[in-house]
């Protein structure tokens, strides 16, 4: 399987090379995945799959906000 960073999956979804759903999706994969190499490695199981449900409407919204106003991540 092909490595993904947050940059390269943004510039696809961007580029409308992989859809919304499958954008969304592989930034929970990214996350699950490299949980060790970021701050949340010092958190529990279960904080962990907190910050996930509380993350993900968020970043829906972001996602709309970015493409409302035509920023980029």
Do not use: C
């Not at 759903?21 to 949340?40: A, P």
């Not at 919204?61 to 970015?66: A, E, L, R």
């Amino acid at each position: 399987m092909k490595k993904h960073t947050l940059n390269i999956l943004y510039s696809d979804f961007a580029g409308k090379k992989i859809s919304r759903n499958e954008f969304e999706g592989q930034v929970f994969i990214y996350l699950i995945r490299n949980q060790s190499n970021i701050i949340t490695r010092y958190w529990k199981n279960d904080e962990y799959e907190e910050f996930i449900s509380w993350f993900y409407p968020r970043l829906k919204k972001g996602i709309d906000s970015y493409k409302e106003t035509g920023a980029s991540f």
